[in-house]
């Protein structure tokens, strides 16, 4: 800080673009990664982007009951919900620590913000 109780400018802008440099590393880490959801002991399998986009559903066709259909729709959701919380655990694997301090600009010693 500056005299007078003023935070230095320029380095809050150092900080800020570096900041900002760190979020899109994270946002290009998580549009590049694929995960994995299983149900069923790995009768159906979901994979999905870190950005939320599915990319494949696998059905082993021993899940296939045509008299149990409601079985394998509960696995594929099973499925679908393990790979959406992949999905929320890496974000916040790569994102929380970026995103905990946003009161007050990610830590930049701007009160109000």
């Not at 950005?51 to 499925?79: F, N, Q, R, Y």
Request: aromatic fraction near 2%; hydrophobic fraction near 40%.
């Amino acid at each position: 800080m500056r005299p007078g109780g003023q935070p230095n400018l320029q380095q809050l802008m150092k900080q800020a673009q570096k900041m900002q440099q760190q979020m899109a590393d994270a946002q290009a880490e998580l549009a590049d990664a694929e995960l994995t959801g299983t149900a069923g002991g790995g009768l159906v399998t979901v994979t999905i982007k870190g950005t939320g986009e599915v990319t494949a559903v696998k059905i082993d066709p021993k899940a296939v009951d045509p008299d149990d259909v409601e079985t394998l729709e509960d696995l594929v959701l099973a499925a679908f919900r393990n790979a959406s919380e992949a999905v929320r655990d890496l974000t916040e694997e790569k994102m929380g620590p970026l995103t905990s301090g946003l009161g007050g600009l990610g830590g930049l010693g701007m009160p109000g913000f």
